[in-house]
């Protein structure tokens, strides 16, 4: 074997290695199969007796590698939102989700959202609510009748006479960059009324941030993820998973033929009304990690301001709010860092910073949550945009949550409660009709 064949084996081996390196072990079958074709066909064109089909394949590979490592930097993968026709129904047993028990159906629209009504987005007639945040909106474990934004539908259709369209983009881990795509592409689908509920992941990475300045910023999957512990992808090789081909542009544009093809093929609506996915978690995840504010190594953090990024971001979404012909709503974020809470309430927690080992005290997390929201209230402010205090209305308690920040069933109830005469404030002042 000649000089030159032993470097085209390694860098073929090389990319290989780097595909499976990079790899999400959350993705589904079908980016893994991919990932696989791609990542090994240089690999196995070295086999093949032609210089045109090893060199090219070498030159494909080596493509992807590029493609999939620039594409964070020159197009970030900012749009997040959940599988679409996602169909599950989750039995969770146990007491790791305290407040959570039993069958729990989580459904997703043609385009990922989670609704109750057969949205038609070309339609303007019905009164939209687009619900922008993260996991505390998008309550992966509870039913989708069960959620805040479902019941706030229900109550207010009620309360105005009006058919009111309740449309939850929420996706876990995402922040307020996530937040701003999502409202800029869901624009054309005739919102009248953006619910934004920003905070808790931006200031878990403002924390993160402040004792390792490398830390990459954690983007959220493309999948729900139940049925078992996640914490394989908080391993050394979350740095690599950002480069993810799933996430990068070729893996855009794939995704994006495939999700053309499959509205093409006939017989598709059909299938969608197929059996659902049975899972049977215990939820072993917060089992696994809660108790982080008694970890040994305890520090105190507190910052005089939110981080530039994320006070850039919100004044952005602002902007947009102003911008816009839809009408926008701030909540601030719910939290449990409040005095006169019971011990075995904080052993639920989890998320002081979540996967780390260290903690901040509890007093650094109360700082930190209250000047968040606190921001809110500021940048709100100065837009004019009204703000439901949500925080302020939520008590901390097992009674609401099952960790120091999701609500369990009857907390979804009391935040809709708590959230529709503020929302139907806003909807009658912007249905109104505007004097002469």
Same mark, same amino acid.
């Given at each position: 074997m000649s000089p030159? &064949?032993?470097?085209?084996?390694? !860098?073929? +081996? $090389?990319? +290989?290695? #780097?595909g499976l390196l990079s790899h999400d072990p959350e993705s589904n079958t079908r980016w893994r199969v991919l990932g696989w074709v791609l990542y090994g066909l240089p690999l196995v064109a070295q086999g093949i007796p032609r210089t045109w089909v090893r060199v090219y394949g070498l030159y494909a590979g080596l493509f992807v590698v590029a493609q999939a490592l620039l594409s964070p930097h020159v197009a970030p993968h900012t749009y997040i939102v959940r599988p679409a026709h996602l169909n599950l129904v989750v039995d969770v047993v146990g007491d790791n989700l305290h407040g959570i028990s039993g069958p729990q159906r989580l459904t997703s629209d043609a385009r990922g959202f989670r609704t109750t009504r057969s949205v038609d987005y070309g339609d303007d007639a019905p009164y939209r609510i687009f619900f922008v945040g993260a996991s505390t909106v998008a309550q992966e474990w509870i039913d989708d009748h069960r959620t805040f934004s479902h019941l706030l539908q229900e109550s207010l259709s009620e309360a105005l006479d009006l058919e009111v369209e309740s449309v939850n983009t929420a996706v876990q881990g995402t922040r307020a960059i996530h937040f701003l795509t999502t409202m800029r592409r869901v624009a054309h689908l005739h919102p009248d009324l953006y619910v934004v509920v920003p905070g808790a992941n931006d200031w878990g990475l403002q924390i993160v941030r402040h004792y390792d300045a490398n830390t990459p910023e954690q983007f959220a999957h493309t999948a729900v993820h139940v049925g078992g512990p996640q914490s394989n992808r908080f391993e050394s090789l979350v740095p690599l998973r950002r480069y993810t081909l799933e996430h990068s542009l070729l893996g855009r544009v794939i995704h994006r033929v495939w999700t053309l093809a499959k509205a093409l093929l006939p017989g598709r609506a059909a299938s969608q009304a197929g059996p659902s996915v049975q899972f049977d978690p215990t939820a072993a995840f917060y089992a696994e990690h809660r108790g982080s504010l008694f970890r040994a190594d305890r520090r105190t953090f507190m910052p005089d301001s939110v981080s530039p990024d994320y006070a850039e971001t919100l004044h952005e979404i602002a902007r947009l709010?102003? &911008?816009?012909?839809?009408?926008?709503v701030f909540v601030t974020h719910p939290h449990s860092f409040k005095p006169g809470i019971r011990r075995e309430y904080m052993e639920r927690f989890w998320m002081t910073p979540p996967f780390e080992e260290y903690t901040l005290s509890f007093?650094?997390? $109360?700082? !930190?949550?209250?000047?968040?929201?606190? #921001?809110? #209230? *500021?940048? $709100?402010?100065?837009?004019?945009?009204?703000?439901? &205090? +949500?925080e302020a209305e939520m008590a901390p308690s097992l009674d609401n949550f099952y960790d120091e920040m999701h609500f369990n069933l009857a907390g979804?109830? *009391?935040?809709a409660e708590a959230l529709h005469p503020c929302l139907l404030e806003v909807i009658v002042a912007s249905t109104s009709p505007r004097p002469q």
């Open positions: 030159s &064949d032993v470097v085209r084996w390694i !860098v073929a +081996l $090389a990319i +290989l290695a #780097f709010c102003r &911008d816009s012909a839809a009408r926008c007093e650094s997390m $109360a700082h !930190v949550a209250a000047m968040y929201n606190r #921001f809110t #209230f *500021r940048v $709100a402010e100065e837009a004019g945009i009204p703000v439901c &205090d +949500l979804s109830g *009391r935040a």
